[in-house]
């Protein structure tokens, strides 16, 4: 049991750790994702605005580069892809509209920048959550360890008060955290070594 319990204090350390970072991560990764989404729009409003100006004689140009409001991420992706394939043909033309000789090539970098940072915030926000499942599974690991060991310890120590008391002292445990307050709380729990060495002071025996 007390193995248990020094177990599950090494698995708090260790995902507190990768909650921590993964929480940064998350944070960082919704600020590149949002830069990264506006640097595609940028680059699909230019396009969209050249080719408008070239409906006057192309009118079906129109119907060809549209940007809907309110796209999702995979949708804005797909209609930028959608530009990329159908500007092709008309590179030159939009090129002696002054745009940028490097538009095509500046598209599709500005396309995968943003599929970068989708991905990275999503690996961010998995770490996380897999960090904060692991930290509820080692505390709830721990407490039913510490919760045997009391019943085991207050039979062996019942005719030792004073060992009695030490022990019922140094072996608090807080409950599992019911909310991501409480698991960044609950990240640094006493060492094993105090469950292991009675100190002399008394406590309620209803604590686990």
Do not use: C, Y
């Not at 599974?137 to 120590?157: E, F, P, Y």
């Not at 009695?164 to 445990?173: F, K």
Request: aromatic share 4%; charged share 20%; no cysteine.
């Amino acid at each position: 049991m007390f193995a248990t319990v020094a177990a599950s204090v090494a698995e708090l350390s260790r995902h507190a750790t990768t909650q921590g970072s993964g929480r940064g991560a998350a944070r960082e990764g919704v600020t590149s994702k949002a830069a990264a989404r506006r640097a595609l729009r940028v680059q699909l409003e230019k396009i969209a605005r050249t080719a408008h100006a070239l409906a006057g004689d192309t009118p079906e140009l129109d119907n060809t580069f549209w940007l809907p409001r309110g796209q999702t991420d995979q949708a804005l992706i797909a209609r930028a892809r959608a530009f990329a394939a159908e500007a092709v043909p008309l590179a030159a033309v939009f090129i002696s509209h002054e745009m940028q000789k490097t538009f095509l090539a500046d598209l599709a970098a500005a396309i995968e920048r943003f599929e970068e940072a989708i991905h990275d915030r999503a690996v961010g926000k998995g770490a996380h959550a897999a960090a904060r499942a692991g930290i509820q599974t080692a505390m709830r690991s721990g407490t039913a360890a510490v919760r045997k060991l009391d019943a085991i310890v207050l039979n062996k120590l019942d005719h030792d008060p004073v060992a009695l008391a030490g022990w019922e002292s140094a072996r608090h445990v807080e409950l599992p955290p019911r909310t991501r307050k409480d698991a960044a709380a609950a990240a640094t729990p006493a060492p094993p070594s105090a469950l292991a060495t009675p100190a002399p002071a008394h406590g309620s025996a209803g604590q686990a």
